[in-house]
């Protein structure tokens, strides 16, 4: 924790970068940035430091910030990422979101709000980090989270306030660790997966619209097409459920979006 | 999505035609059998139904032509919005950051001349962008009669000055048979055609310019204007799509170089208008490229 955290940034267009990369460093954060896509994938997937936050451009040369989102989270690396996008139409804010961004933000974006962005971003992940150095996990080894079937041992072991810990059908969610204990196996969570988790735990047993998980969780106001969440739904589905399938605990209410049912019947 | 919805605009269209005109035949087919012994009849009914049918066929020509020229505007807007928003993102970015922080004058000063640089991109962007929409409301009789080699010598003088450039770096061969070759076209468009070839030509050539720009007489009734470069080059799969609008190439090489994306696009707009085509053809990455664009001859003699 002596360190000042790392931010990651992945932006090509060098002004922009450059003006970035200052006031990150201004606000006493180290930078490292990458302007190519798949130098940035690269790096991303094996840094030699922990990474505390990614800003990820959606337009790159090479691979494309989508598709980095993407494989940073298939490799179960959930460093928090912060989307930038030039074109704001709510379904790129919802690719990015999709793809495993956990904010975003439209350009041109207002310093401020950038800044603040970030810090609730290290903030949500603050607690979660320093617990990973202390059960001598760290950030870059993804292997070991994923392959640590027995995850009660680490949960018991750190006091938290019961409103960050949510239990049902054997599983655990902790939000503040973003961690999903379930009896085979423990899986990390985004910080946009665990906001959309707790939206629904906090709203058992009613049904949820669509247009409002967009708005309340996402903030995208977007009349046409809101089946964008379905897919993030079926990623829930695949951390809460005994049978994918056929969802128990998430279901779909049709027509309308989406009901969360601690213990059904 | 709003592509597909346009393309079931122009199916539905296009659909309800046929079946209008289905339906007056059918009518027609019924007219002329219930009157098969009154000639006068029939001869109305044959006009009534020719001018319905070509009142359809109109009417759905019309309306696919609309429909068309709404999702290009509709593409050309998307495609407008990053190229206009970065340098605007980067200009507030540095204002914001001035007004958040006490800097040295320094550093000021930079940040002052980076604002500077982005609102000049922020201007050749508008300026393209315009151009742009100028070269869809020319009218045939804005062309002009125009021998090439002197409007294609001038722009290289002006490439040249622009990008600071020693004469050598940029030549001009001479035409085979020291023939005048002319072509009818709109002049102010054909010179922005070939400066954005050479202005292309030079910015791909990050390790030094050296550029070669042929006139040619092509399959008899054309005129060829090639220009090759020893730069960047393109890869096989790319030579069709650089031509698409605000298209740019991905990889290490082209990125690092500041562009619209708008530029091979105008350059085939205005081929395309006076009756011509583009193509591109490299080697392959690091070994150049030529870029062709072909005329229909025009005869000195015959205006």
């Known amino acids: 924790m002596s360190d000042s955290p790392l931010i990651a940034l992945i932006e090509d267009e060098e002004h922009l970068a ?17 302007s190519d896509g798949d130098a940035a994938l690269a790096y991303l997937l094996a840094p030699p430091e922990p990474i505390a936050a990614i800003v990820l451009d959606c337009m790159l040369p090479g691979a494309d910030g989508f598709t980095i989102a ?68 760290t950030l870059s080894d993804p292997d070991h989270v994923e392959g640590e079937s027995k995850g009660e041992g680490s949960a018991s072991a750190f006091p938290t306030s019961p409103a960050d810990i949510y239990a049902f059908n054997n599983r655990t969610i902790r939000f503040d660790a973003l961690e999903l204990i379930a009896p085979h196996r423990t899986t990390r969570l985004t910080v946009m997966e665990a906001d959309l988790l707790r939206y629904f735990t ?37 951390y809460i459920e005994d049978d994918p399938a056929n969802p128990t605990h998430l279901t779909t209410v049709r027509g309308i979006g989406y009901r969360f049912l601690p213990n059904p019947q | 999505m709003n592509i597909n919805r346009r393309r079931g605009a122009i199916a539905l269209s296009i659909t309800l035609g046929v079946l209008i005109v289905g339906g007056l035949m059918a009518y027609n087919i019924a007219w002329i059998i ?17 001018l319905l049918v070509a009142g359809v066929i109109l009417n759905t020509v019309f309306l696919v032509r609309e429909v068309r020229r709404n999702e290009r505007q509709d593409s050309f807007l998307n495609a407008v919005t990053h190229e206009l928003k970065t340098p605007i993102a980067s200009i507030r970015l540095y204002l914001e950051t001035l007004q958040r922080r ?49 409007l294609v010598s001038e722009c290289i003088a002006i490439t040249l000055l622009r990008h600071h450039l020693p004469p050598e770096s940029i030549h001009l061969e001479p035409i085979p048979g020291n023939v005048r070759l002319h072509v009818r076209a709109v002049s102010e468009d054909l010179r922005t055609a070939v400066l954005n070839l050479l202005d292309n030509a030079v910015k791909y050539s990050p390790n030094g310019v050296h550029v070669r720009c042929t006139l040619s007489i092509y399959r008899y009734t054309n005129v060829a204007l090639a220009i090759t470069d020893t730069g960047v080059g393109i890869a096989p799969n790319q030579l069709k799509r650089i031509f698409k609008r605000f298209y740019r190439v991905p ?50 003699a015959a205006h």
Request: glycine letters at 8%; a positive charge; aromatic letters at 6%.
């Open chain 1, 70 to 137: 993407r494989t940073l989270r298939d490799a179960q690396c959930f460093t928090p990422i912060l989307m930038l996008t030039a074109r704001a139409r709510p379904q790129d804010i919802l690719d990015g979101l999709e793809a495993g961004a956990d904010d975003y933000l439209p350009k041109p974006f207002n310093l401020n709000i950038l800044l603040v962005r970030i810090k609730s971003l290290l903030r949500r992940t603050a607690w979660q980090s320093t617990q990973s150095s202390l059960s001598s996990r």
């Open chain 1, 202 to 238: 906090d709203r058992a047993g009613q049904i949820v619209s669509r247009k409002q998980i967009l708005e309340d969780v996402w903030r995208v106001r977007e009349d046409t097409d809101t089946r964008a969440i379905d897919n993030f739904i079926v990623r829930l589905r695949r």
């Open chain 2, 34 to 50: 219930l009157y098969k012994g009154r000639i006068a009849a029939v001869i109305l009914g044959l006009i009534v139904f020719s």
């Open chain 2, 251 to 300: 990889g290490r090489n082209a990125v690092r170089i500041k562009g619209t994306g708008l530029g091979l696009f105008l350059v085939r707009a205005i081929a395309r208008q006076h009756g011509g085509s583009i193509s591109a053809s490299s080697p392959g990455p690091n070994q150049g490229a030529t870029i062709t664009i072909t005329l229909p001859l025009a005869d000195p």
């Open chain 1, 18 to 34: 450059q003006g970035l990369l200052f006031n990150l460093a201004a606000e006493g954060y180290r930078t490292h940035h990458e």
């Open chain 2, 102 to 150: 006490d800097l040295p004058d320094a550093q000021r000063a930079e940040f002052y001349q980076i604002m500077l640089a982005d609102s000049d991109r922020l201007l050749a962007t508008v300026e393209q962008v315009l151009k742009a929409g100028e070269i869809g409301a020319r009218r045939p009789h804005d062309r002009i009669l125009i021998e090439l080699a002197p």
